[in-house]
């Protein structure tokens, strides 16, 4: 009877050291499979430049308007760029880089990140659980978009300067704060650009229109020359008459820094994309 009580402590200790090990080995394996990003600043940052991507006047703009949103609500926007993600996915960088860094307040979970991987092409808005109402993944897509043209032709700093002003100003809508004039001269579209894009949206309208109302000549046409009708009866009859005259209607074309990060964490919610 000792000897069955004996084995079945030692399997008891068996079965629980065996669970140890596999749980470290889980857990080794997690820390190992996480990528190695840069390393947390001591002080608070706004925009951290390791890829020569925003010129120092835009950094400038950057950290003013990252110290207003943040004496206001405690939110915190921050963009990162990087050479290289060296063969980690934006994705597992962003996610590694915010937990690692605290963005945000550590309560309402209301951090940012713009993260820019510039030998890879990619680019990815990291959100916090407590801004993902006021920036939707929809939203930090048309972000993305936005910057896409700037990218491609190489206004880097520029770009990401505007990015940084809608994120923030969305931010300061979410707590309900008036926005600064420095975010807003930044993120709203200038008046030439929305005149530009008046100008395209009534040039569309002026083809659509100017197509069907074609269309709509040519029908009038022949039906007010009593043609459709003398077609049909040259059908019925076996006759081409009118082939030539009707041949115009037959085919047509298409008329159409100071401060500390708080320990915020973000729950996957952004959006990445490439330009």
Not at 17 to 26: E, P, S, T
Not at 71 to 89: E, F
Not at 221 to 236: I, N
Request: one cysteine or more; a negative charge; proline letters at 2%.
């Amino acid at each position: 009877m000792r000897t069955m009580d004996k084995r079945s402590v030692l399997d008891r200790r068996c079965y629980v050291v065996g669970i140890f090990w596999l749980l470290l080995i889980a857990l080794a394996s997690v820390v190992l499979a996480a990528p190695a990003v840069l390393p947390k600043p001591s002080s608070l940052a706004y925009s951290v430049d390791t890829a020569g991507m925003i010129t120092a006047e835009d950094a400038a703009k950057i950290a003013e308007m990252g110290r207003g949103l943040d004496a206001a609500t405690g939110a915190q926007v921050v963009v990162v760029t990087i050479p290289s993600l060296d063969g980690a996915s934006i994705e597992e960088y962003a996610t590694t880089l915010f937990r690692n860094w605290g963005i945000g307040n550590a309560e309402q979970n209301n951090g940012v990140l713009l993260l820019i991987a510039k030998e890879d092409r990619k680019f990815r808005i990291e959100v916090g659980y407590g801004l993902e109402g006021a920036i939707t993944d929809g939203y930090a897509g048309s972000v993305l978009d936005g910057m896409k043209a700037d990218f491609k032709s190489e206004n880097y700093s520029e770009a990401i300067v505007t990015a940084y002003a809608k994120l923030t100003q969305k931010a300061y809508e979410e707590y309900g704060a008036e926005i600064p004039e420095n975010v807003k001269d930044v993120a709203e579209e200038p008046f030439w650009g929305v005149l530009l894009g008046a100008a395209i949206f009534f040039g569309l309208i002026a083809l659509l229109v100017y197509a069907v109302w074609g269309t709509l000549k040519g029908i009038l046409h022949v039906l007010s020359s009593g043609r459709l009708f003398q077609d049909s009866v040259g059908s019925a009859g076996g006759g081409s008459s009118g082939d030539d005259e009707s041949g115009r209607y037959r085919s047509g074309g298409s008329g159409g820094s100071g401060g500390s990060f708080g320990g915020g964490r973000s729950g996957g919610g952004g959006a990445s994309d490439g330009w």
